[in-house]
């Protein structure tokens, strides 16, 4: 099997920390990988995936209007060279000529549901991209029955061909902070008072100012 990575962001916000977390869990199962990766993580990945087969695409799909096209024309031959008898596009995009079967992750339904909260030239691609997965895409993935539900509603996705595979957490980097972390952490960052921390991208379907004009912090939050 052939995973594009290619879509990662540099963050490894996102589609990134799912590609990160997902591949070495197939490969502990047994999977036969190959990754497409782009350049400049070649090192991430051959650290993160010892012995794993990594082929690179060229430094200009580092833009990505550049990644899009060449993912249409540059992807399908690195697929066929490895022999893969399937690729997964982790990223709702993926080449309309594979050449095999191809499984593509859609994380949400937020185009069609909540369009406000997304730019529009963002919205358009991704809900036109989100539509051409479902209608030929071998399989879909989807985090939720409730994200599965939705494209159906909104989408006209086959929910037989639409499989929900649950996100896991990574406890050991992902836990309650002892009291010790804590402090170490207020030593590290300065900390005086209390504080919120957000993980996530910063743009505005995580709608941060509403969401601290109306948090309201417990007097023991740290």
């Known amino acids: ?16 920390r799912y590609v990160d977390e997902l591949l070495p869990a197939l490969v502990q199962e047994g999977a036969d990988l190959a990754v497409v990766v782009q350049a400049h993580d070649v090192e991430h990945y051959r650290a993160l995936l010892p012995g794993v087969d990594l082929l690179a695409g060229p430094p200009a799909i580092a833009r990505a209007a550049v990644r899009f096209a060449w993912e249409q024309a540059g992807l399908p031959a690195l697929v066929r060279r490895s022999r ?33 909260v997304h730019l529009p030239v963002k919205r358009h691609f991704f809900r036109t991209w989100t539509r051409i997965s479902l209608r030929r895409a071998r399989r879909c993935v989807t985090p939720s029955a409730a994200t599965r539900d939705e494209l159906v509603r909104v989408a006209g996705a086959r929910a037989d061909r639409v499989d929900v595979a649950h996100l896991g957490v990574d406890a050991a980097r992902f836990h309650v902070p002892s009291g010790v972390e804590r402090a170490a952490v207020r030593e590290h960052l300065g900390l005086t008072g209390r504080y919120v921390a957000f993980l996530g991208t910063i743009e505005p379907r995580t709608r941060l100012a509403a969401f601290f004009r109306g948090s309201i912090v417990p007097r023991n939050a740290t």
């Open 1 to 16: 099997m052939v995973v594009d990575a290619t879509a990662v962001p540099p963050d490894r916000g996102g589609v990134g």
């Open 84 to 116: 893969a008898d399937v690729l997964h596009s982790p990223h709702y995009t993926m080449p309309l000529a594979a050449g095999v079967p191809v499984v593509t992750t859609l994380h949400d339904a937020t185009f069609f549901t909540h369009p406000d």
